[in-house]
């Protein structure tokens, strides 16, 4: 008898994978590496072949059903980390059958209130203390509970192919991802949010490094010598769009966004994160910060101001429309399992962008989670059992659609 995906998932977010963006290591944290090889034995003990690389890159097969091994594979992968903006260790989550208004969460003093749909059904909180971590541990419950629903049922499928990968939090999700080993030409990634949606375009990103550099001095004879990389640095900040940023902005809005700041008055840095949909305006916004730089050395005649850019990922819309065939089949899997789909843009980034600029055009599906990388994330159970059956119901549009062509 195949687990429930519920207990699943709480089996799962008892891991702490949180990753690191400082550690320097692939992974970024042990604790991807321990739930990679959990994860491995239960492949294995539904008589799943599975590897785990030393980078902490889970990949695992399963066979198609006799007569169809000519199928096109058909792939879904999900990421093993959650997010360092909270902390995942020690998760503490209760399951509430929901009747309506405010659920607390534990003594924190914060609620979550779900969508009116969900009345009746079980909602997953937590204590208020930790993320949930259903970001992406609800994809990783769901791929897992329709592997060994789809053997047990023993319904015919195409060759399928599963990969967990570390670190997607940190942008270093497919660092180490063996394109050639996975085996599938195309895939999805379970790794969103409200039940039905279907993605399959994220903004364009860069991240911006403004160093400064100041002169010191001792401020009671500093008149004409000091200049401070401090206030420098404010001012750079001022040359930019007061309002787009990300509290002012939505849709298909781009914005910088200020996420993390140092210095004293010898050296100043600020970390900039640049988003967009549009690689035009993508570049315009790269040129801003360096107009800014030099327009700011000019005025105070001196090489002060540099700024460094690093590209991050694309949108990957313009790889995805080259197969629509993969949107066609998740709506059809969805509207077979009673479940409404529809679009949505990702305002930030995904394995799949990264993956289908490298050949493998990977949508990105629902999880059945919300709130993600915050206390007040939560998980709605009946929408994760419905992931499972849409994921029963695309192998199954995989296979007609493959057997009529």
């Not at 769901?142 to 023993?154: A, G, N, P, S, V």
Request: hydrophobic share 40%; glycine share 10%.
């Amino acid at each position: 008898m195949s687990e429930p995906v519920l207990s699943r998932f709480l089996r799962l977010i008892a891991f702490d994978t949180q990753s690191s963006e400082t550690s320097g290591l692939h992974p970024s944290t042990p604790g991807q590496k321990v739930l990679a090889d959990a994860l491995a034995s239960e492949f294995r003990a539904m008589g799943v072949s599975c590897r785990v690389t030393e980078q902490a890159c889970l990949y695992a097969e399963i066979p198609a059903t006799e007569g169809l091994e000519n199928l096109p594979a058909l792939g879904l992968i999900a990421h093993l980390d959650t997010s360092d903006a909270v902390s995942g260790k020690d998760v503490r989550a209760s399951v509430v059958t929901w009747e309506g208004g405010d659920i607390p969460l534990g003594k924190s003093g914060l609620t979550v209130r779900p969508p009116d749909r969900m009345k009746g059904m079980r909602i997953v909180v937590t204590d208020g203390t930790t993320l949930l971590g259903a970001d992406d541990k609800a994809g990783i419950a769901e791929i897992c509970t329709f592997c060994e629903r789809i053997l047990e049922e023993k319904r015919p499928h195409g060759p399928l192919k599963i990969a967990f990968t570390p670190d997607e939090e940190i942008g270093e999700g497919t660092l180490f991802f063996d394109y050639a080993g996975f085996g599938a030409k195309f895939a999805y990634t379970l790794d969103g949010g409200a039940i039905g949606g279907i993605e399959y375009e994220n903004f364009h990103a860069a991240r911006a490094k403004v160093c400064v550099s100041g002169l010191s001095a001792h401020p009671g004879g500093a008149k004409g010598r000091m200049f401070n990389a401090q206030t420098a640095a404010m001012e750079f900040h001022s040359l930019l769009p007061p309002a787009e940023v990300p509290e002012h902005t939505s849709g298909r809005e781009g914005f910088y966004h200020l996420c993390a700041m140092k210095g004293d008055v010898s050296y100043a840095e600020l970390d900039y994160l640049l988003r967009t949909f549009d690689s035009d305006d993508m570049e315009n916004r790269k040129n801003l910060l360096l107009s800014a730089a030099s327009f700011l050395n000019k005025k105070y005649k001196r090489e002060a101001f540099r700024v460094e850019i690093a590209d991050q990922y694309r949108n990957m819309r313009e790889f995805i429309e080259k197969v629509p065939f993969l949107t066609e089949h998740a709506f059809e899997a969805m509207k077979r399992a009673g479940v409404t789909p529809f679009t949505s843009l990702i305002r930030g980034g995904t394995d799949g962008a990264k993956l289908s600029r490298n050949g493998l055009p990977c949508p990105n599906l629902c999880t059945g989670g919300y709130g993600a990388h915050s206390r007040t994330e939560f998980a709605c159970v009946e929408e994760m059992e419905s992931c499972v059956q849409i994921l029963l119901n695309l192998a199954d549009v995989f296979r007609e659609h493959a057997v009529r062509a």
